[in-house]
């Protein structure tokens, strides 16, 4: 089952946990207690059960992150109710708060999406549990029945979700007409420049590496060049065919190179150098049996590489042979190639090892293998070292010190609103009593 807890922790962060179990005699009236009013914001009353909205998704964030939730999460969650109805009024005294049939529709597509990426997360075990002759209706009949558990039990409420897309959609027009009374000039621009220089200085001189990772990349340290590279994928069955035999042989080569130092030892006998010689053979007909197995699953590909080398031989353009055999959907995204160096650490080892032997722009590797599959690798550009001036990167520099500027005021006009407000809160009410819901009502169905 896989990328389920992605939309689960989506899903979240409009749900209301289950009522849970607890031997206690405590009774608590689960309509007077989420009706509680716990905040208001310019009158607007902010109910108990709104509260727990926003809590069960942060916890649940939390959790998500390996974090226990703690006291100070009730704080945050009042916090963040306050806030939102802050920003519900403002949205609404803007006229942000009425969609457009398109921004509807594209609400709606992202309920869809994301209770489908959640549906498909039990595909595979429902026709697993099914058997191989379960036909599509039954398995589309039991993957539904399984959706609408997996949900009650992980407390989504579909209703208050769609309402969070929507209020996230809100947010969006909202912000976005803010963005745009925002403005930067070439001093903004300078200023961040001379700053992220001197940083980039540091970074690249403590480890030359850390230039991949910037942006934009304004230190630029020697040994960089841009490669290109034909992938042939192998597929998942067979990959893990061969990892599972590579396993199994990497033991076997420890042994043999134990029986090898074993020989060279002055101690060992006569007697034991034949008992070694013995099983040396064993071991290695055990290894070749493995490189065998590996090498058979391995020759559609191999084959198919020589293939594309034979091309690369007679002259082809390797553009065009990366479109009609390349299988990363990377080389599309990035028209230039990729960045590397030998000391580079983005890639696969078996990747940057072989383009750190091109020695020129336009070598072109052998086919090298990864558990990505086959790579066939050429050189087509360097990267001159050096420092790009700050009319080479001021375009880029500008949008990024855009955004920081939206940001940090978008962020302290929230804060004005806010403060502006006049707000009321009642953290006194925030206990969550829900393990106590109805407890009378509990008893008298169990007896």
């Keep these: 089952m896989k990328n389920w807890t992605k939309v689960v922790s989506l899903l979240a962060g409009a749900a209301i946990l289950v009522s849970m179990a607890a031997c206690n005699l405590v009774t608590v009236d689960e309509n007077k207690d989420k009706e ?11 109910l108990k059960k709104t509260y727990f909205d926003a809590y069960d998704g942060m916890a649940y964030a939390y959790q998500m992150m390996g974090m226990q939730p703690d ?18 009024q403002k949205a609404k005294e803007g006229g942000y708060d009425k969609l457009t049939d398109e921004e509807t529709a594209d609400v709606q597509k992202q309920y869809d999406d994301a209770l489908n990426q959640f549906k498909e997360g039990f595909r595979e075990d ?19 029945e399984r959706v609408d ?25 909202q912000q976005t007409a803010f963005n745009e009374t925002v403005t930067i000039d070439d001093n903004d621009i ?54 599972e035999l ?42 070749n049996d493995i490189d065998k197995q590996i090498n058979d699953l391995k020759a559609p590909l191999n084959s198919k590489a020589q293939e594309v080398m034979t091309k690369v031989r007679s002259g082809a353009d390797f553009d065009a042979l990366i479109t009609e055999y390349g299988q990363d959907p990377g080389m599309a ?32 590797s052998e086919p090298v293998w990864s558990e990505f599959g086959i790579h066939i690798i050429k050189r087509v550009g360097d990267l001159n070292p050096g420092e790009k001036t700050f009319d080479e990167v001021k375009e880029d520099a500008r949008q990024i010190v855009l955004t ?41 169905d169990a007896e």
Aim: glycine fraction near 4%.
């Design 246 to 287: 590579q396993t199994s042989r990497d033991p076997l080569a420890t042994e043999l190179g134990n029986l090898t130092i074993s020989d060279a030892d002055p101690a060992t006998t006569p007697q034991q150098k034949a008992e070694n010689t013995t099983k040396r053979a064993d071991v290695m007909k055990q290894i």
């Design 36 to 46: 509680q009013v716990v905040a208001t914001v310019n009158g607007v009353e902010l």
């Design 149 to 173: 558990v997996e949900l009650k039990n992980q407390g989504v409420d579909l209703d208050n979700f769609k309402k969070e897309l929507t209020n996230e959609k809100i947010r969006q027009k």
């Design 333 to 364: 995204t990035s028209p230039q190639g990729y960045l590397i160096s030998a000391k580079s650490t983005t890639y696969v080892q078996a990747f940057t090892d072989a383009a750190a032997k091109l020695a020129k722009v336009g070598d072109v």
């Design 126 to 144: 429902v026709k697993t549990e099914l058997g191989e002759g379960a036909t599509d209706d039954a398995i589309e009949k039991s993957l539904q």
């Design 190 to 243: 300078k200023a961040w420049y001379d700053k992220e220089l001197e940083t980039q200085r540091a970074s690249v001189k403590e480890n030359p590496a850390n230039f991949e990772n910037l942006s934009p990349q304004i230190v630029v340290p020697e040994g960089y060049f841009y490669v290109k590279h034909v992938l042939l994928s192998i597929d998942e069955e067979t990959n893990t065919k061969i990892t």
């Design 71 to 88: 006291d100070t999460l009730k704080t945050q969650a009042l916090d963040a109710i306050v806030q939102q109805e802050v920003l519900n």
């Design 404 to 444: 920081q500027k939206q940001t940090e005021a978008w962020t302290k006009q929230i804060e004005d609103w806010t403060t502006a407000a006049k707000v009321e809160k009642f953290p006194d009410r925030l206990d969550d009593n829900r393990a106590d819901y109805n407890k009378d009502q509990e008893a008298a």
